[in-house]
């Protein structure tokens, strides 16, 4: 299922739902297009969530660490991970799970052409629609130290530490967003 959305280039209002024009008007807007992760593109998205996390400035060393864990593999592929296209172009990916009736946020990342434009949000925003559907109660998220601050003005709130699937002894803000 293919849904369409209108989002400003440049300029990301303070908060917007996904499928919403807010009523400003706004100059070059594009549009995205949210649509389930084939099995064929999954090197593709792999590379995109190394690109992402490289855009934090990490070395050769750490991103080499991340490899495994940024890389999806079949068992991956489910309804909820969801590609994030303008214009044709994959500009990011996210991927929730539910384990009774509490959510994760397995994974969101941006390709850092399209950083900044919204589409971050616009993953978020799906997330957060689609476990409440599901009845989850809340939404937790591992997140990147760098990306702390993008969660939060989504209205995650910061609730302890969690540790880095790839790096031995580093811990990662953990933040839940309640549904």
């Not at 299922?1 to 280039?9: A, E, F, N």
């Not at 400035?57 to 969801?82: K, V």
């Not at 850092?112 to 589409?119: D, E, K, L, Y």
Request: proline content about 5%; aromatic content about 8%.
């Amino acid at each position: 299922m293919l849904v369409l959305s209108y989002l400003p280039v440049g300029l990301r209002p303070s908060y917007a739902r996904p499928f919403f024009l807010p009523q400003l008007q706004y100059r070059n807007l594009i549009m995205l297009s949210l649509r389930a992760a084939k099995h064929k593109e999954l090197s593709e998205l792999s590379a995109l969530c190394l690109r992402s996390k490289a855009y934090w400035g990490y070395d050769e060393a750490f991103m080499r660490a991340c490899r495994d864990e940024l890389t999806l593999h079949p068992a991956d592929m489910s309804e909820n991970l969801t590609v994030a296209e303008l214009d044709t172009v994959v500009a990011g990916v996210a991927k929730v799970s539910l384990s009774e009736n509490e959510a994760e946020l397995d994974l969101l990342y941006v390709d850092p052409a399209f950083i900044g434009r919204g589409v971050g949000r616009v993953l978020f925003d799906w997330s957060v629609q689609t476990e409440r559907k599901k009845r989850a109660k809340r939404l937790l998220i591992d997140a990147d130290p760098n990306a702390l601050v993008i969660y939060q003005n989504f209205g995650a709130v910061l609730i302890g530490e969690s540790p880095s699937g790839s790096i031995k002894g580093r811990m990662l803000p953990q933040l839940e967003y309640l549904l």
